[in-house]
């Protein structure tokens, strides 16, 4: 399985924008970037996944180098709420599918 | 039910004996993921079924693990003569297919005395 790169933790303010961050620099051309996020005692959920193009949806934004080297997740307005461990996965659209989780990054929202 | 569904939320069990651990995964969804999380740590893949394919089990950590999904629909994932280090929340997980977003249940904690 491809490898992703992460921060350990970041931390940022309610209201502002956060950027995190995701080296994939051994990225094959038929795998997709996905975002999951885990909130405190729950299972992950989620967020977002492109290719090639940045992605738009309810919850954030995915920015994607035009290498596809590296990646990054943007939610836009941070609340108390988006504190969570942000999980970058490579998963390829052939062979396994399995989804692999590596350490993430833990993002601290202060109010 | 409109979300994947794990039973129980809680089992302790003693040393030595065996545990079912239920997934009912979403209607309709084709892949079925187990993983594990210690306290603290990251997801552990286990297991991976899509569809009719044979299963990917590259992630289970011995053979006192099984799991099974009978009918392309309900997975039971089973531990075999449990040891304390078999404590964890173990997280089931499915998706329509197999590039699509996985939603995950809410887990079933799991204790080991």
């Known amino acids: 399985d491809a490898k992703t790169t992460q921060p350990n933790s970041m931390e940022s303010n309610e209201e502002e924008p956060v950027h995190l961050p995701c080296n994939h620099s051994t990225i094959s051309g038929t795998d997709y970037i996905h975002w999951y996020r885990q909130l405190p005692s729950q299972g992950p959920e989620y967020v977002i996944h492109?290719?090639?193009s940045n992605v738009n949806n309810r919850m954030a934004s995915l920015a994607i180098a035009e290498d596809r080297k590296s990646s990054t997740l943007i939610l836009h307005r941070a609340t108390l709420r988006d504190a969570a461990v942000y999980y970058c996965?490579?998963?390829?659209?052939?062979?396994?599918?399995?989804?692999?989780f590596g350490q993430g990054t833990r993002l601290t929202i202060n109010p | 039910g409109a979300g994947v569904s794990q039973s129980p939320s809680n089992k302790v069990t003693e040393k030595g004996k065996d545990v079912e651990l239920r997934c009912d995964p979403i209607?309709?969804?084709?892949?079925l993921y187990w993983y594990r999380q210690s306290l603290g740590q990251g997801l552990e893949f286990l297991i991976y079924?899509?569809?009719?394919?044979?299963?990917?089990k590259s992630g289970l950590p011995s053979d006192r693990f099984s799991a099974e999904r009978t009918g392309g629909s309900v997975s039971t994932l089973t531990i075999q003569r449990t040891q304390q280090e078999d404590s964890a929340v173990y997280l089931c997980?499915?998706?329509?297919?197999?590039?699509?977003?996985?939603?995950f249940g809410q887990g079933t904690r799991l204790t080991v005395v």
């Open positions: 079924f899509q569809g009719n394919s044979a299963p990917d």
């Open positions: 996965i490579l998963r390829g659209y052939q062979g396994a599918q399995k989804l692999v």
């Open positions: 492109g290719l090639t």
């Open positions: 209607s309709g969804h084709t892949a």
């Open positions: 997980a499915s998706s329509l297919e197999r590039d699509t977003e996985a939603f």
